[in-house]
């Protein structure tokens, strides 16, 4: 059974940073493929895409973010970070990892399969 689980959100005040990790258990990257995101949801709003990164290292990032936020994994792949810095008021909300990305554009949340619970973040100005 696949599990990921956010942790690392909290209050912050405009300007600040947090580091939010996302543990995996249960994923067989032999069989699938090793691509995850971070998502947001913000009240009243749609999921957002923030960030992904490839099987190959190689990242993408949302424009609201770029610049300010980084997405990263351990070397044995079983936890994913993102790294915020420079927090804004309008960067609060619900995030979630996701894995298992079935191909289309990265930032639709329908492209991917599994989810975390989420971990809060709520940045006051």
């Known amino acids: 059974q696949v599990q990921l689980v956010e942790s690392g959100g909290g209050s912050v005040q405009s300007g600040g940073s947090l580091r939010l990790s996302c543990t995996i258990s249960?994923?067989?990257?032999?069989?699938?493929?090793?691509?995850m995101a971070w998502f947001r949801q913000a009240p009243g709003k749609e999921h957002e895409g923030v960030a992904e990164?490839?099987?190959?290292?190689?990242?993408s990032y949302s424009d609201a973010v770029k610049g300010r936020f980084a997405i990263s994994q351990d070397n044995d792949k079983n936890t994913l970070y993102l790294q915020m810095n420079s927090l804004k008021p309008e960067d609060t909300g619900m995030y979630y990892c996701?894995?298992?990305?079935?191909?289309?554009?990265?930032?639709?949340?329908?492209?991917?399969?599994?989810w975390g619970q989420g971990t809060q973040v709520t940045v006051s100005s």
């Open positions: 996701a894995a298992s990305f079935s191909g289309g554009r990265w930032s639709d949340p329908n492209m991917w399969l599994y």
């Open positions: 249960g994923y067989s990257y032999s069989r699938t493929n090793t691509c």
């Open positions: 990164i490839d099987s190959d290292g190689s990242t």
